[in-house]
């Protein structure tokens, strides 16, 4: 019993661990530009697709696709960004809600006209498969590497926003950009760098998490609501918020299928609205 | 011999607000007589914004009261507030962008006589409403744009109809955060002399840098500075007051 | 009435007559045109982003089905209990939806759509799950109009309720509540400091909203004698938002023209490849929002007004 359950807990985290990575580039597009971006589910996938057809077509190890899904996401999205999304900046939610569904549609059929609207398979390295038996347990080789790289990136964002310059710019813009502007920071700049490193960070999780997550053309409108539950309930402005948020969500939902099967997807659109009643201004009791 | 008690228009006990460390209003104790013009004056960063937004309840106090009248009204929403007859303007200007002034003073005015729910007769017969804005528009000079949409005008005239909202409402404790700012200099005047002209049973607040505006408007004075009321006196008291103009200079001499 | 509008209102009287066959597309369009009009009321008006509208149609369509299914096939009490089930459901769900203010209430839409739809989903055996709820069998309609193959009585049914409910929502937006509703909009903070409360008009105008919807739903599941699950997908309320917003938010017309535009489009290019489709909305909504923001009428009248201006 306990075996099964911590079992489950451990799917959980790496399960959560993966939608943190995604959603990260959420919480900085909504908490610094204050754009509700509901299509950033399309970069996670481009990074799963890129992924997929690095190893297919040019048989790319599975790990040197990593860095390359993040790469080209990153550039993807600093490309929109300066072209399109910064016009939207100062526009009504609605619109930039309107805006994010149509990129979205257009990124859903240009993903089934190129990869065909079929599950994408992954081949993971020797290493990764299997299972590693750690105090006892018999933990997924590949789920143990993900919650390890989550925990780097993670450490890695914590240090760039608390110990860098650059981070305390970025604080000081998502405080306030008027005035940041004002005291000589680059907001523009800032912005740009932002948003790539988050969809870029979204790329990288849809890559690793093709195992876990799947992939399809479906997976933006899919795993939109996760993302977005994800920065409701964690909020926006802090790591810790949405880290949480997401350890919660994928623990809830692992044990939800496993346990209450037959209730699908209740558990966590049930535990979503009563999340966003309860805590209006995010778990942190930050805004988003 | 009973001793009358004459109750306040307004009054506050030890209002306080705290955020994690920072205290934008400490212990602020103050009293309006019904009728009064009372100026609020301070440094900027003083928290006289604050003061205005706990009094209306747009902000929940950590600690302290407000009371109009006899009555408790801290925990009472502003709409609620509003509803016993309290009214503000906003320091920056917070209208309906794409109303034009007929339909926000009108709007007012209907919410002010309790119609906002009826839904059978279209705005434009409520006759007496907009008879009444227009007149409140004649006052101030705002006819010329009444089927302007209001984010069209400019500044200054958007400044009016913040304050044509406010008198529409028919407060009887008005508090104006820095009505003139951005109304050109002979408009202002006009302004304030809309408001002089204010029914002697209204209770004026408002908060005011011009010390011109504030000798000529204001019977009582309350200074602010730090989030703490540093004294209240009549307006010539105020100004002979040392500390007074030590604040003020020391701010005129880093500024 | 203006000229305008009532030779609006002739278009689909005669489409009646000029285009017999096409009586079953036009009853879907009317009934869509109803739909969007409910969520133009919501968010046109009051300024509520909803993701999940379609709960409420969907709401409609199966309460209005399931009544026919369980053997009362009156049509137009059909239509009564459509609306009252959506609007309690709207009713309930109002309370959590103003409670929040604009990303966290934009989530709780899509939650409570994607509940409504996983509910249907589970409920099975009652409403048919995936396969959909049949077995509608309507009655006629005020006891003389049987509900034909060719669609006559539908589209006309169909006409007179969407009639039914513009006149309805007309007035709620030229009254003092929609005039309330548009300062809301506008600014929310600014409302309360003129004594409103902000949360009950907007329970107000989103439990109005449902129940229009729902009354929709209801035309739909009877006019078809089908319910599927799709009434209550996702996919519906993106949709909608886009009919409505192609067409104008905000004037109840645009609900109307977009709704058209939307749907005769989409049967014309029916033969096309769905992603192409899909494609091709996706980049009108991208343009709507770069470049039309009122989307067509809105366009309309820039274009009017410059012609004005220049003669």
Not at chain 2, 9 to 24: D, I, N, Q, S
Request: proline fraction near 3%; charge should be positive.
């Amino acid at each position: 019993m306990i075996g099964s359950f911590l079992g489950v807990l451990f799917d959980g985290v790496a399960y959560g661990s993966l939608l943190f990575l995604v959603s990260v580039g959420l919480s900085v597009t909504l908490g610094l530009m204050n754009f509700v971006n509901l299509a950033h589910g399309a970069f996670a996938m481009l990074g799963g697709y890129v992924c997929v057809t690095l190893m297919t077509r040019w048989g790319v190890p599975f790990l040197a696709t990593l860095p390359i899904a993040f790469l080209a996401t990153a550039a993807a999205g600093a490309v929109l960004e300066r072209t399109l999304y910064r016009r939207l900046y100062k526009a009504s939610h609605l619109d930039q809600v309107l805006f994010s569904i149509g990129l979205t549609f257009m990124a859903i059929a240009g993903a089934t006209y190129v990869w065909g609207p079929a599950q994408q398979p992954v081949r993971l390295p020797e290493i990764l498969r299997g299972q590693v038996n750690v105090l006892g347990l018999d933990l997924g080789s590949y789920r143990l590497f993900l919650v390890a790289i989550v925990v780097a990136i993670t450490a890695g964002l914590a240090y760039l926003m608390e110990r860098t310059r650059f981070g305390a710019r970025v604080r000081a813009a998502v405080d306030d950009a008027e005035v940041a502007s004002g005291l000589g920071i680059n907001v523009d700049l800032l912005f740009a760098l932002m948003f790539a490193l988050g969809t870029g960070l979204a790329g990288l999780g849809g890559a690793l998490g093709i195992d876990v997550l799947g992939l399809d053309p479906t997976f933006p409108i899919k795993y939109m609501v996760y993302f977005l539950l994800v920065v409701a309930v964690g909020g926006t402005g802090t790591i810790r918020g949405p880290l949480v948020a997401a350890l919660v969500l994928g623990i809830v939902d692992v044990a939800g299928k496993y346990y209450v099967p037959q209730a699908g997807g209740f558990i966590i659109y049930t535990m979503m609205v009563a999340l966003l009643i309860a805590f209006p201004a995010g778990l942190m009791g930050r805004r988003a | 011999m009973a001793g009358i008690v004459v109750t306040a228009a307004l009054r506050t006990v030890g209002l306080t607000k705290r955020w994690g460390g920072f205290e934008a209003n400490r212990n602020v104790t103050l009293e309006l007589a019904v009728g009064e013009r009372h100026a609020l004056i301070g440094p900027n960063g003083a928290g006289k914004t604050t003061l205005v937004n706990l009094l209306t309840g747009v902000l929940v106090p950590t600690a302290g009261e407000v009371f109009i009248g006899a009555k408790n009204v801290t925990r009472l929403a502003q709409h609620e507030r509003v509803r016993h007859g309290m009214t503000r303007t906003y320091q920056v200007t917070s209208l309906f962008p794409r109303l034009t002034v007929l339909e926000s003073v009108v709007l007012a005015i209907l919410e002010r006589e309790g119609s906002g729910m009826r839904w059978l007769r279209p705005v434009s017969a409520y006759a007496d409403a907009q008879g009444e804005a227009r007149s409140l528009m004649e006052r101030l000079r705002l006819v010329s744009d009444a089927h302007t949409p209001v984010r069209h005008l400019a500044y200054g005239r958007q400044r009016l109809v913040e304050i044509a909202l406010a008198l529409a409402t028919k407060p009887s404790i008005l508090l104006l955060d820095e009505p003139a700012a951005g109304i050109p200099g002979d408009q202002s005047a006009e302004v304030f002399e809309v408001i002089a002209g204010l029914p002697r049973d209204v209770t004026v607040l408002f908060i005011e840098h011009d010390m011109g505006i504030v000798f000529r408007f204001a019977e009582r004075v309350s200074v602010l500075a730090a989030g703490e009321l540093l004294m209240q006196g009549t307006p010539a008291e105020v100004a002979a007051d040392e500390r007074v103009r030590r604040i003020y200079l020391g701010e005129a001499a880093h500024g | 009435m203006r000229k305008t509008e009532v030779a609006f209102w002739l278009v689909p009287v005669a489409c009646f007559f000029l285009f017999p066959d096409y009586r079953v597309l036009g009853s879907q369009i009317l009934i869509t045109a109803l739909f969007a009009l409910s969520l133009d009321l919501v968010l046109g008006y009051a300024g509520v982003i909803s993701l999940g509208h379609a709960a409420f149609f969907g709401v409609g369509a199966y309460a209005a089905g399931l009544l026919a299914r369980h053997g009362w096939g009156e049509p137009v009490s059909g239509l009564v209990v459509a609306a009252s089930v959506a609007a309690a459901a709207g009713w309930v769900t109002s309370f959590l939806v103003v409670r929040g203010r604009d990303f966290t209430r934009l989530m709780v839409t899509l939650g409570i759509g994607l509940l409504f739809f996983e509910a249907a989903n589970r409920a099975a055996p009652v409403t048919g799950g995936v396969d959909g709820l049949t077995g509608v069998a309507m009655g006629r309609l005020l006891g003389v109009f049987a509900f034909d193959l060719g669609g006559r009585t539908a589209y006309v049914y169909s006409l007179v309720v969407l009639f039914a409910g513009f006149i309805v929502l007309r007035a709620l937006v030229n009254s003092p509540f929609g005039l309330s509703l548009c300062a809301i909009r506008e600014n929310a903070s600014r409302v309360p400091a003129l004594g409103v409360s902000v949360r009950s008009r907007l329970v107000a105008a989103y439990t109005v909203g449902a129940a229009i919807a729902g009354l929709a739903g209801g035309l739909l599941a009877q006019t078809t004698q089908f319910v599927g699950l799709d009434s209550l997908s996702f996919q519906r309320s993106a949709e909608l938002l886009v009919m409505l917003v192609l067409g104008g938010a905000g004037r109840l017309y645009g609900a109307i023209v977009g709704t058209a535009v939307f749907m005769v489009v989409q049967d014309v290019l029916a033969g096309m490849n769905p992603v192409y489709w899909q494609f091709w909305i996706g980049l009108l909504l991208v343009a709507i929002v770069l470049a039309a923001r009122g989307g067509i009428l809105g366009a309309v009248d820039a274009g009017m007004a410059r012609w004005r201006g220049s003669s």
